[in-house]
């Protein structure tokens, strides 16, 4: 089994809809999550970091749901400029392993 | 944030011949530095984990006598593709964590196109 899981998508919304998207780990005793950007052709960028209670920034807003392992991603008002791809990113409890999931593909359609 | 730069961009070159790869930390410490390959419309490949002053660990199916890596300070890593051939061509990104658990803070990446 996959540490991290993800719909690899592709997602395609009209501008000003809201998409979310999950991602799955296997790992229960895993310790931060993460969720990047990457633009194509370009490398990934952090866009947020999970944390237990839910956050938000602006549009996006972010949960972990640690009973169930996943954590999600929603992103409000979408604009041209949110297309991209999404990476979950899950780390375990010791250690610098990263856990990359295959990331979600998301274009914003005018 | 953190800055992590990558050189060179962009490179291409014959079969046989070797290319090193430089990710350094601009602003930071990085103990671990990370190193992925990307075929187009993959995701990313974590190839191997690099430690200041330690050999690196390379993950299963990852040659570590073809894909040579240096991590000689806190600030720089190279990675050398040696003798590279043609199915070598990718986009080799690297990247840094200021600590355990942090975020990774990624290069810009190389693109590598072997002839």
């Known amino acids: 089994r996959k540490e991290v899981e993800q719909d690899p998508g592709p997602f395609n919304v009209p501008e000003g809809a809201t998409v979310a998207f999950n991602c799955t780990y296997s790992?229960?005793?895993?310790?931060?999550f993460f969720w990047y950007r990457q633009d194509c052709r370009k490398e990934p960028k952090l866009l947020m970091s999970v944390y237990s209670s839910g956050n938000e920034d602006g549009r996006f807003t972010a949960q972990l749901n640690r009973a169930s392992q996943y954590i999600s991603l929603l992103i409000r008002d979408s604009k041209l400029s949110d297309s991209a791809t999404y990476l979950c990113v899950v780390t375990p409890n010791t250690g610098n392993q990263f856990y990359f999931g295959t990331g979600t593909s998301l274009t914003v359609i005018p | 944030g953190a800055v992590v730069s990558q050189h060179p961009s962009w490179v291409i070159c014959k079969s046989g011949t070797s290319v090193k790869i430089e990710c350094r930390s601009l602003d930071f410490q990085a103990t671990t530095m990370f190193w992925y390959r990307q075929f187009p419309k993959q995701s990313l490949m974590l190839m191997a984990t690099s430690n200041e002053g330690s050999k690196a660990t390379y993950e299963q199916g990852v040659e570590k006598d073809k894909f040579l890596i240096n991590h000689a300070s806190l600030t720089l890593s190279t990675l050398t593709v040696t003798s590279a051939h043609p199915e070598d061509s990718s986009f080799y990104i690297c990247s840094a964590s200021p600590g355990a658990g942090d975020e990774q803070f990624f290069g810009p990446g190389t693109r590598l196109t072997v002839l």
């Open positions: 790992n229960s005793a895993s310790q931060s």
